[in-house]
Nanobody
Framework: QVQLVESGGDLVQAGGSLRLSCAASGSTFRVRIMAWYRRAPGSQRDWVASINTDGDGTWYADSVKGRFTISRDNAKNILYLQMNSLKPEDTAVYYC????????WGQGTQVTVSS
């Protein structure tokens, strides 16, 4: 079973930037459509962004469009999320997963944006 390990979360001020990483084990990362999700306090887990296997197709939730960029390095089995112009409402635990064939969830990485 593929294991997912998210990292890069931190406490930042509004307007700041962070880059999240998701390291995947195994040899199937390159054939998976991957995505980032987030769960804010007291809320359900929401989809944030997706990327196709080659990295040349990306999709974003309206709430992050123009501010976040998803990318991947298939040689290193790593998924990224560059987050710019962060807002307090971006505060959440961020997770990565296969968009179509859900894997076991990792522990996530906490992003806290102060106003």
């Amino acid at each position: 079973q593929v294991q997912l390990v998210e990292s890069g979360g931190d406490l930042v001020q509004a307007g700041g930037s962070l880059r999240l990483s998701c390291a995947a084990s195994g040899s199937t990362f390159r054939v998976r459509i991957m995505a980032w999700y987030r769960r804010a306090p007291g809320s359900q887990r929401d989809w944030v962004a997706s990327i196709n296997t080659d990295g040349d197709g990306t999709w974003y939730a309206d709430s992050v469009k123009g501010r976040f960029t998803i990318s991947r390095d298939n040689a290193k089995n790593i998924l990224y999320l560059q987050m710019n112009s962060l807002k307090p409402e971006d505060t959440a635990v961020y997770y990565c997963n296969d968009r179509l064939r859900q894997l076991n969830w990792g522990q996530g990485t906490q992003v806290t944006v102060s106003s």
